[in-house]
Nanobody, 121 residues
């Protein structure tokens, strides 16, 4: 069992930055790939970024590549998402998730409760 708790969301102006954190409980954290996903009102949940269990491979949605950076610290059971140059259309609830198959939302086994990110224009 893995429990995930996100933090770091909030209100930021367009062009600003936020850093999200996701703290995980459970001794098997390092065996899971971890990802950040977001869901805006009326839209499907989408992958933002994903990192493999070792941290050696990362994936990014095309719309965030070059602006967002995912990282993980297995010693602290925590992953991070540094978000720069934020845009109003990126306003959404951001979720942390853990899985052992692919980066698709449907393949994630555990989800956090989400943290709201609001980008004002």
């Amino acid at each position: 069992q893995v429990q995930l708790v996100e933090s770091g969301g909030g209100l930021v102006q367009a062009g600003g930055s936020l850093r999200l954190s996701c703290a995980a409980s459970g001794r098997t954290f390092s065996s899971y790939g971890m990802g950040w996903f977001r869901q805006a009102p009326g839209k499907e949940r989408e992958m933002v970024s994903y990192i493999t269990s070792s941290g050696g491979v990362t994936f990014y949605a095309g719309s965030v590549k070059g602006r967002f950076t995912i990282s993980r610290d297995n010693a602290k059971n925590t992953i991070y998402l540094q978000m720069n140059s934020l845009k109003p259309e990126e306003t959404a609830v951001y979720y942390c998730a853990a899985g052992q198959r692919t980066a698709y939302p449907v393949d994630q086994d555990y989800w956090g409760q989400g943290t709201q990110v609001t980008v004002s224009s």
